[in-house]
């Protein structure tokens, strides 16, 4: 008898893709770095590349992927680029609602494993 593959498919809605860009955005370390920075004040480039060690090629990927995932803006002065927290954070309040939901789950989880191990 031969097993059968069963695909499963799996419907993207703009709030599954929102917290996908979101967590993508924020798994790595240094573009978390780049938003605590951006957290105090806008900055220029120059300055958010300071004590990063890596090439301004590398910094400014990194600086897309934050763009692109909504979580930071930039705009011209002059000849140089000031990034600076997006002020609509859809995609942070998409995370603290799942965290809430995935944490609300492990609470009641946990409950019940403390219910039963104070039985025995």
Do not use: C, N
């Not at 992927?65 to 002065?77: F, G, K, P």
Request: without cysteine; proline residues 3%.
């Amino acid at each position: 008898m031969r097993s059968r593959s069963v695909k499963h498919f799996v419907t993207m809605t703009a709030r599954d893709e929102l917290l996908d860009r979101t967590m993508t955005a924020l798994a790595d370390r240094t573009r978390r770095k780049l938003i605590e920075r951006l957290a105090s004040k806008p900055q220029r480039a120059g300055d958010l590349w300071r004590g990063i060690p890596m090439s301004r090629p590398a910094v400014s990927k990194h600086l897309r992927v934050l763009r692109e995932a909504r979580l930071i803006q930039s705009s011209r002065r002059g000849r140089e680029m000031v990034y600076r927290l997006s002020p609509s954070h859809r995609g942070l309040d998409e995370l603290g609602r799942y965290v809430q939901q995935v944490s609300a789950f492990w609470d009641i989880t946990l409950d019940a494993f403390k219910t039963f191990a104070e039985k025995e």
